[in-house]
């Protein structure tokens, strides 16, 4: 039997399409959209217990793309004859307040892996079954269902080969689920709210950087029109495993990361998108490394839901306590700020600053930087990333850094050779230059090394070692030795 009024909590599920949480509430006689900007979610937070450390949750990037998100979001519910109700609070006050005021039956929400979303989660549950209102959860955010695994999620793999051999050969991908058309929704009754700004949320604005490889703009109007872009409008997929590892351009990778991970894109509409290029363009290895790229990100939301806070240990999901971890607040400012000495890092983390972005082989190797020559407490550096991605998930980010820094999913050490990895994948140095021009006028060679210039050189390329840009903060030679 329909309920007579539902509410649906948006959470990190910003979109119309594949929704199940709304197609669901759609059977109600009047549907209710709500979304809440948790305060707990900007500003300061403190991380690691014991061996705590400060950082700011959501930084600029992220939040203004989150803004975007939601009031496109609610554009689009607005042009379907419903609405959006917005507030700035906690959702554990939000979502009850809404339920009650309204009468509603029923609220429908997407849910997720993560402990602090779950506990936010339980939160809102515990208050709906005081009020009498049924909470419906629905599993919304990755490409195979939770339902659909051949295993219960805490058999799976802790290895991602052995998991994606599983779910490819014994699961299968379910079809988007249509738009709902949807019933009235009486949010006059409470009002709908304003967006808050992000002056009231706490964050301060940054400037847009021209050098930027895409201004991402939220939302999943924006998530739509990258995905037809990338794949049809300039047709990029045919070459997307040989090109992914690029460094310079918008083309280079599909760059759907920020709108997967705030929910305005659903993975199964990627899916079926790369399944329509393949009818009507090729199939070849590239479009099917788009899709094994989803199946890492699958890969990791089951594997927080099976390990929960493990991931978040400092000797992760593997317990390591062979790691003489470090504390360094000078070295991590360093690093952070761009200012190590070594280019390819320093490149990585003044994109990262400057735009909320770095695509994956940059993030790698920074992130191995911080966790393998250095040393330094690896959450640090996860947390670090927490604010300034623009495209932060939570499963993705910690289980990356900790498969890097040697406690998550991998029994090897897992360092790079920074020397060779800019040497192959920016051996023009075209990369390190578009992100620190005073070493604009070194040549290739040495752009990655300066540090080998002579006085003479370095007079010559109108860079001063020390004055223009940092001598390299340790020896990258004597740090491999260590790892080896």
């Avoid at 003044?350 to 920074?366: F, H, I, K, M, P």
């Avoid at 040549?443 to 002579?454: F, G, I, K, L, Q």
């Amino acid at each position: 039997m329909a309920a007579d009024t539902a509410v649906v909590w948006f959470r990190r599920d910003l979109r119309v399409h594949d929704n199940e949480a709304l197609l669901e509430a759609a059977d109600a006689e009047e549907v209710v959209p709500v979304y809440a900007f948790d305060p707990r979610e900007y500003g300061e937070r403190e991380f690691g217990g014991d061996d705590s450390f400060r950082f700011e949750k959501t930084g600029p990037h992220r939040a203004r793309f989150r803004r975007e998100s939601v009031a496109d979001l609610r554009e689009r519910l607005r042009e379907r004859d419903s609405d959006l109700v917005v507030r700035h609070d906690t959702p554990e006050r939000v979502v009850p307040a809404a339920a009650k005021a309204l009468d509603a039956d029923e609220v429908h929400f997407g849910t997720l892996p993560i402990p602090e979303e779950m506990g936010v989660e339980n939160a809102v549950r515990k208050q709906l079954r005081g009020l009498n209102v049924t909470p419906r959860r629905h599993w919304t955010h990755t490409l195979y269902h939770l339902n659909d695994l051949p295993v219960e999620y805490t058999e799976i793999s802790d290895t991602y080969t052995s998991f994606r051999e599983t779910v490819e050969d014994r699961a299968t991908v379910r079809e988007p689920l249509p738009e709902p058309d949807l019933p009235a929704a009486p949010v006059g009754a409470i009002g709908a709210g304003s967006i808050p700004s992000l002056e009231d949320l706490g964050v301060d604005e940054v400037a847009s950087d021209d050098r930027a490889a895409l201004r991402f703009e939220g939302g999943e109007s924006a998530g739509i029109e990258r995905l037809d872009r990338y794949l049809f409008a300039e047709d990029r997929l045919r070459e997307y495993k040989r090109t992914r590892n690029g460094l310079v351009g918008q083309g280079f990778s599909s760059k759907l990361s920020p709108w997967l991970n705030e929910g305005c894109l659903s993975p199964r509409r990627v899916r079926r998108e790369v399944k329509r290029y393949e009818r009507e363009r090729v199939a070849n290895d590239s479009t099917y490394w788009l899709l094994f790229e989803l199946i890492w990100r699958d890969f990791f939301q089951f594997q927080f839901a099976k390990h929960g806070s493990d991931f978040f240990r400092r000797g992760g999901i593997r317990d390591r306590d062979d790691i003489a971890w470090r504390e360094d607040d000078a070295q991590f400012r360093r690093w952070a700020n761009g200012e190590t000495g070594i280019p390819f890092v320093d490149a990585a983390m003044r994109e990262l600053n400057a735009t909320g972005y770095q695509s994956n082989r940059a993030r790698q190797n920074a992130a191995s930087f911080l966790a393998n020559n250095l040393r330094i407490d690896w959450r640090r550096g996860a947390a670090y990333f927490e604010t300034q991605l623009v495209d932060y998930d939570p499963a993705s980010n910690y289980g990356n850094w900790a498969y890097i820094a040697g406690v998550g999913n991998d029994s090897r050490d897992r360092y790079f050779n920074l020397l060779k990895q800019a040497r192959k994948y920016d051996g023009d140095g075209e990369y390190v230059t578009h992100w620190i021009p005073e070493l604009s006028d070194v040549p290739p060679r040495a752009v990655h090394e300066p540090w080998t210039m002579t006085e003479q050189e370095q007079a010559e390329c109108g860079v001063q070692l020390g004055v223009d840009y940092p001598e390299p903060m340790i020896d990258l030679e004597e740090s491999y030795r260590k790892l080896r």
